[in-house]
C-alpha cells in the first residue's frame, strides 16, 4: 500500500519531485484495476482508507491536469462522489507502475479554479480528499516547458535527468499531494524536510526567475501521471 505523509514530511514521498529543476460525474463506483495483489475485493477491511488525502493542482484553460488517488482496503461496494463536479471530474484508472501495490485508483481531472472534496465509501465507512486547483496564467505552461527543457546560464535543463524513462518521477502522481509553495520552495532551497538534495554536483538549487518558477510548478502539474493507464 502506498501512504503519503502529510504535512512537511509530504515533501519527502515527494522526493524526486524537485530533483525538479533537475540534474541536469460526480458518481463512480467500482473497481478502479489497481496493480498488483492484494485482498479480495468482495471483503472490506477494518483499515480502510484513501491515499493521498489532500491533492493540489491547476486549471488555465488549455492544458489538462489530473491528480490521482487510491482507496485501500475497499470492498466490492466502494463508491465515490465529488462535492462540487464543475471543479473537477473522477474517473476509476488503472495502476500499472507498482506491482505490488493493492489500490483501486482514480483519476481527478480539473474543470475549473476551486475547492471541492470527494467522498469515498466503503463498508459504511466514509473518507474524504481534499481538492484544491489554482488558477494559472496561460503563459505559466510555456514558460515552465521552455525551462524545463532548456539549460538557463551553467544551470543544467530538468529534462536531462527527469525525461530519461528511467528518470526521477515529478508527475502529478508524486506532485498532487504537495501544495504549490512547497514546490517552489524545494526548487528554490533544495531543502526536502530539513535535509539538502545531494543528487547533483552542486546541490540540486536553482535560481530560476518568478515567471520560471510559476512556469515549472504549472508544467509539472500538466505532466501525464506515470504508471497509469494510456500514460507515458
Not at 40 to 61: A, C, H, L, N
Not at 117 to 128: E, I, P
Not at 138 to 158: L, M
Request: some cysteine; aromatic content about 8%.
Amino acid at each position: 500500500m502506498r501512504v503519503w505523509k502529510e504535512g512537511t514530511s509530504a515533501l519527502l514521498m515527494l522526493g524526486v519531485v524537485m530533483l525538479a529543476c533537475a540534474c541536469s460525474s460526480s458518481d463512480s463506483s467500482g473497481d478502479s484495476g489497481g496493480g498488483g495483489p492484494g485482498p479480495d475485493p468482495s471483503d472490506s477491511t477494518p483499515d480502510f482508507q484513501v491515499q493521498p488525502t489532500e491533492v493540489y493542482s491547476g486549471f488555465d484553460g488549455t492544458n489538462t491536469f489530473h491528480m490521482p488517488f487510491a482507496a485501500y482496503g475497499a470492498g466490492s461496494d466502494l463508491k465515490s462522489a465529488v462535492a462540487d463536479s464543475s471543479v473537477v471530474s473522477i474517473e476509476p484508472t488503472t495502476f500499472q507502475g507498482d506491482p505490488s501495490d493493492t489500490g483501486k485508483w482514480y483519476m481527478l481531472t480539473a474543470k475549473k479554479a476551486g475547492k471541492t472534496k470527494v467522498t469515498v465509501t466503503s463498508g459504511g465507512k466514509t473518507k474524504d480528499v481534499n481538492v484544491t486547483i489554482v488558477g494559472y496564467d496561460t503563459s505559466r505552461f510555456q514558460a515552465g516547458k521552455t525551462r524545463y527543457t532548456t539549460a538557463d546560464g551553467d544551470q543544467p535543463p530538468c529534462a536531462q535527468c527527469h525525461s530519461k524513462s528511467d528518470g526521477p518521477d515529478h508527475s502529478p502522481y508524486k506532485l498532487a499531494p504537495i501544495a504549490d509553495n512547497q514546490v517552489q520552495l524545494i526548487i528554490t532551497t533544495g531543502i526536502l524536510d530539513g535535509f539538502p538534495i545531494k543528487n547533483v554536483e552542486h546541490g540540486h538549487r536553482w535560481t530560476p526567475n518568478d515567471d520560471q518558477l510559476a512556469g515549472l510548478v504549472t508544467y509539472l502539474r500538466a505532466l501525464p501521471p506515470r504508471g497509469f493507464s494510456g500514460a507515458p
